[in-house]
C-alpha cells in the first residue's frame, strides 16, 4: 500500500515561531503536494513540487516556503507563524503531475495545527 | 480560477436511507475525483471519472458524470453509519494538472 505520512497529528506552536511540517511518502512518487483545509474553504493548495529541488506555488504561498531534498520527503515551512494559519494541513503525493488518467493522488492523515 | 460548488453543504439522514450529493463546475472538467474524509483524518480515495456519462460504483457508492463533464453526483444507497464524513469532490480544471481544484465539501450524518 502507498503510504503517506505526515510526521505530526496535532501540533500547537506560538505565534512567531518557526513551523517544519514533514511529509514523507514511500512509493517513489515524482510529484507532491500541500494543502490546507479550512471550513467553509474546502482544500486549497499551497505549494507542489515535480522533481527535488523543483517547487511551485500553488494558490496560496504567502507565508508558506516549501524544502524538497529528497525524492521521498516534501517539507511545509512556516517562517514565522500567525494565528491565520492555524488549519488542518495535508500531505498528498501522486506518481504523475497529471491527476487524470489512472493516476490518483494519496494523501496523509493530516497534521491539525494550532497557532496561540 | 477555476471553482467546484458541492451541494447540499451538510446532509443529515436516518440509516437505510438512499442519498446524493453533488459537484459542479462552470467549466469543463479533465478527471473528477470524489473522496471521503472522517473528521481530523486524511482523505480517502474513493474514485475517479473522465468520461462524459461514465459511471463507476463500488459497493454502495456509485458516482457519475455528466455528458458536458461539468457535473458529478455522487450516490450511497441504503446509507450506513460507516457512510458518515466529508465528501469532497476534486477535479483537474486544466488537461496538464496544474491547476487541481477541490469543492468545499459535504457534511454527512447518518443517524443509527
Known amino acids: 500500500d502507498v503510504k503517506v505520512t505526515q510526521s505530526s497529528r496535532y501540533l500547537v506552536k506560538r505565534t512567531g515561531e518557526k513551523v517544519f511540517l514533514e511529509c514523507v511518502q514511500d512509493?517513489?512518487?515524482?510529484?507532491m503536494f500541500w494543502y490546507r483545509q479550512d471550513p467553509g474553504l474546502g482544500l486549497r493548495l499551497i505549494y507542489f513540487?515535480?522533481?527535488?529541488?523543483?517547487?511551485e506555488k500553488g494558490d496560496i504561498p504567502e507565508g508558506y516556503s516549501v524544502s524538497r531534498e529528497k525524492k521521498e520527503r516534501f517539507s511545509l515551512i512556516l517562517e514565522s507563524a500567525s494565528t491565520n494559519q492555524t488549519s488542518m494541513y495535508l500531505c498528498?503525493?501522486?506518481?504523475?503531475?497529471?491527476?487524470?488518467?489512472?493516476?490518483?493522488?494519496?494523501f496523509g492523515q493530516g497534521t491539525r495545527l494550532t497557532v496561540v | 480560477s477555476q471553482e467546484l460548488e458541492q451541494s447540499p453543504q451538510s446532509l443529515i439522514v436516518q440509516e437505510g436511507k438512499n442519498l446524493t450529493i453533488n459537484c459542479t463546475s462552470s467549466k469543463t472538467l479533465y478527471g473528477l475525483y470524489w473522496y471521503k474524509q472522517k473528521y481530523g483524518e486524511g482523505l480517502i480515495f474513493l474514485m475517479m471519472l473522465q468520461k462524459g456519462g461514465e459511471e463507476k460504483s463500488h459497493e454502495k457508492i456509485t458516482a457519475k458524470l455528466d455528458e458536458k463533464k461539468q457535473q458529478s453526483s455522487l450516490h450511497i444507497t441504503a446509507s450506513q453509519p460507516s457512510h458518515a464524513g466529508i465528501y469532497l469532490c476534486g477535479a483537474d480544471a486544466t488537461n496538464y494538472g496544474q491547476n487541481f481544484v477541490f469543492g468545499p465539501g459535504t457534511r454527512l450524518s447518518v443517524l443509527p
Open positions: 512509493m517513489d512518487h515524482e510529484n
Open positions: 513540487s515535480y522533481d527535488v529541488k523543483m517547487k
Open positions: 498528498a503525493s501522486s506518481f504523475s503531475l497529471l491527476l487524470a488518467g489512472n493516476t490518483e493522488a494519496f
